[in-house]
T-cell receptor
Framework: AQSVSQHNHHVILSEAASLELGCNYS??????LFWYVQYPGQHLQLLLK??????LVKGIKGFEAEFIKSKFSFNLRKPSVQWSDTAEYFC???????????FGKGTRLHILP | KAGVTQTPRYLIKTRGQQVTLSCSPI?????VSWYQQTPGQGLQFLFE???????NKGNFPGRFSGRQFSNSRSEMNVSTLELGDSALYLC??????????????FGEGSRLTVL
């Protein structure tokens, strides 16, 4: 069955540190990949997405993610985090076979001021 | 334009009761999908409706059901509530919901507590 794994459930960093959140998926066919973010007290919103083309995609607020097909990965990165990046981050996958979106269990990111 | 609106925002029920949650999508969006969010399981897909038809369904028991009206508003119903149904129920809308469009617009959720 299709699944999405986020390896880090809780990450704590200091401001200006670099960030990488891991995401791996199990489906081998054509997929569309997403990162969603949920800031404290706010609704989920799209951070970035990959459909095709350049495997390095850039999103809002300085975030980027790289799709590595051979590793079934779509890791989220940011070179220098800010306190306002404190949030929960969800990786998600839609396969072109069944249109069902599968979310990872999320990573809680806490940035120390 | 207005975002996705979910009502009620909070509710408390007891075991065995049933509950109905409502979702009004962004104007013009025809797809509405529902998710259960819990601390241990993250977001789990319940079902998706498009033009009043259920187009996709997750792996939840039959106690969980939904429907969509001609104005794209959607409701989900949970019957015979169990303690484990306590969760944040999220609704999301999109223009088509197909894999080639992707972006979901989420509401703030309905937080259900089952006692």
């Amino acid at each position: 069955a299709q699944s999405v794994s986020q390896h880090n459930h809780h990450v704590i960093l200091s401001e200006a540190a670099s960030l990488e959140l891991g995401c791996n998926y199990s489906y081998g066919g054509t997929v569309n990949l997403f990162w969603y973010v949920q800031y404290p007290g706010q609704h989920l919103q799209l951070l970035l997405k990959y459909f095709s083309g350049d495997p390095l995609v850039k999103g809002i607020k300085g975030f980027e993610a790289e799709f590595i097909k051979s590793k079934f990965s779509f890791n989220l990165r940011k070179p220098s985090v800010q306190w306002s990046d404190t949030a929960e981050y969800f990786c998600a996958v839609i396969s072109n076979r069944d249109d069902k979106i599968i979310f990872g269990k999320g990573t809680r990111l806490h940035i120390l001021p | 334009k207005a975002g996705v609106t979910q009502t009620p925002r909070y509710l408390i029920k007891t075991r065995g009761q049933q509950v109905t949650l409502s979702c009004s999508p962004i104007s013009g969006h025809r797809s509405v999908s529902w998710y259960q969010q819990t601390p241990g399981q993250g977001l789990q897909f319940l079902f998706e409706y498009f033009s009043e038809t259920q187009r996709n369904k997750g792996n939840f028991p039959g106690r969980f059901s939904g429907r969509q009206f001609s104005n794209s508003r959607s409701e989900m119903n949970v019957s015979t509530l169990e303690l484990g149904d306590s969760a944040l129920y999220l609704c999301a809308s999109s223009w088509s919901g197909r894999a080639d469009t992707g972006e979901l617009f989420f509401g703030e959720g309905s937080r259900l507590t089952v006692l």
